[in-house]
């Protein structure tokens, strides 16, 4: 599915299932919540803290796609093609960082890796 395809389907999905998008500004809050949601399960999965019994089932990529629903309902309420800024948003990095990482000391592979 392209990310155009995506923004198609949850609109249609917002139509027939979620009666309108909710605020932008609910949106954003909602939005905000559910990163938290995937930082917890990374911080137990990657990290020294330790599942509760209700986060046990909790799954990193439902997680993930929960955050990019919001993302997408954001882009379609205010009118941003996600494609199209994507695209733009590569060539910035890719001009900016081009040599950057690559000499960037600190991410160079230890032995040990």
């Not at 809050?29 to 990290?47: D, H, K, N, Q």
């Not at 046990?56 to 494609?83: H, P, R, W, Y």
Request: proline share 0%.
């Amino acid at each position: 599915m392209t990310i155009q395809q995506a923004q198609k389907k949850v609109d249609q999905w917002i139509k027939q299932y979620g009666v309108r998008y909710f605020s932008e500004l609910t949106n954003m809050a909602m939005l905000t919540e559910e990163v938290g949601e995937v930082a917890r399960v990374i911080s137990r999965t990657y990290g020294e803290q330790s599942f509760k019994k209700k986060d046990l089932d909790k799954d990193l990529g439902s997680e993930m796609a929960d955050v990019l629903f919001v993302l997408i309902c954001l882009a379609n309420q205010t009118g941003i093609d996600l494609t199209k800024e994507f695209e733009k948003n590569m060539i910035k990095k890719t001009k900016r960082d081009s040599r950057r990482h690559i000499n960037n000391k600190k991410l160079k592979l230890s032995k040990k890796q």
